[in-house]
């Protein structure tokens, strides 16, 4: 239970422990600046901007209003050669100190970006009321910088570990579905099939829409996604109502195969319906899912 809420609460039990190491300044501040050399140097691969623990400052490059609450920031690596160095499902653990705030804000943020795209890296971020890091961050203009504690490992991806994989989203818990749909499909050598589901408030809260159309077209036999808003408008094209168990099963045929694994990542009461707790079976398990082939971010 305490795992699949990880991505609505703002740390996780990892996070904590990074954010104490990054309060305490347990260990040195290695702050990694452009002017300072890496063990990159004198190689010809790349720099990985987040190949270890030390306190990474990047400037915003530039910041794009999505909707009423969301914002996409690109941050540049002070190299431009410089690739992130991230494994696919990884997020970033970001150190904020918020205003009016005594306490620093320390908070994971999942790449939107190509991983291996030199230069930069972007996230996308909601802005919750009140929420601390996520106000900071929206504050943040073209100019300022963000600092970055590590990177978290997610999922340990394999290439064509399984033949397909069910994606369930919702709302900001798109971020890392999102990095996992890009990585298999601009993998030439991963034929995984994808079966995206994605549910939100309204249709502005379609994140990545665009994108996600692209894959589409590029993949037809290969990328499914159904959208599913719980306040549509009257004249919306898109299907109506939340993520229930009578949508999953018109889109899951085989959840007993044990090629097939289900990603799920979005707010708290999802998670749970989709995934149960101790007391009750979620909708997955409903399914026929077995808890080895479920994921959650
Ligand atoms: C691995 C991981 C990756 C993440 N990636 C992203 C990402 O790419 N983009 C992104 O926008 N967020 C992402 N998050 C969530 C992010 O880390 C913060 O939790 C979020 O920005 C809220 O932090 P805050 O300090 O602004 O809010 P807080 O000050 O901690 O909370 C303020 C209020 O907002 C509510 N709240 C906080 N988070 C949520 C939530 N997720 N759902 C509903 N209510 C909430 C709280 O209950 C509280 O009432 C990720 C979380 C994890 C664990």
């Not at 305490?2 to 104490?20: D, E, H, K, M, Y």
């Not at 990177?151 to 996992?180: C, D, E, H, M, R």
Request: net charge positive; charged share 20%; proline share 6%.
């Amino acid at each position: 239970m305490a795992q699949f809420q990880r991505f609505a609460q703002p740390l996780g039990s990892r996070t904590a422990i990074a954010s104490v190491f990054a309060v305490l300044g347990v260990g040195a501040y290695c702050a990694r600046s452009s002017l300072l050399p890496t063990t990159y140097a004198e190689s010809n691969e790349p720099r990985k901007m987040f190949s270890g623990v030390g306190f990474t400052s990047l400037r915003v490059h530039s910041v794009k209003m999505v909707n009423h609450d969301t914002k996409r920031l690109v941050f540049e690596f002070p190299d431009p050669e410089a690739v992130s160095g991230l494994s696919l499902t990884s997020s970033l653990l970001t150190f904020s100190r918020p205003q009016g705030s005594w306490l620093p804000a320390v908070r994971p943020y999942t790449p939107i970006s190509d991983l291996a795209q030199p230069g930069f890296v972007e996230l996308m971020v909601k802005q919750y009321p009140n929420g601390k890091s996520s106000t900071h961050l929206h504050l943040l203009a073209p100019g300022d910088s963000l600092t970055f504690i590590t990177a978290l490992k997610g999922f340990p991806w394999k290439a064509n570990q399984f033949s397909q994989v069910y994606l369930i989203a919702g709302g900001a818990g798109i971020t890392p579905i999102y990095q996992l749909v890009r990585g298999i499909l601009d993998n030439p050598n991963d034929k995984t099939k994808i079966n995206l589901v994605f549910g939100v408030n309204t249709e502005q809260d379609l994140l990545l829409r665009e994108e996600f159309d692209e894959y589409k077209r590029r993949f037809p036999d290969r990328f499914n996604y159904i959208y599913t808003i719980s306040h549509s408008a009257e004249n919306s094209l898109v299907r109506k109502g939340r993520v229930t168990e009578e949508l999953l099963r018109e889109v899951v045929k085989d959840a007993s195969d044990k090629e097939t694994k289900v990603f799920v990542c979005g707010p708290p009461a999802m998670e749970q319906s989709l995934v149960g707790s101790r007391a009750s079976p979620g909708i997955l398990t409903n399914l026929g899912f077995a808890k080895e082939q479920i994921y959650q971010f």
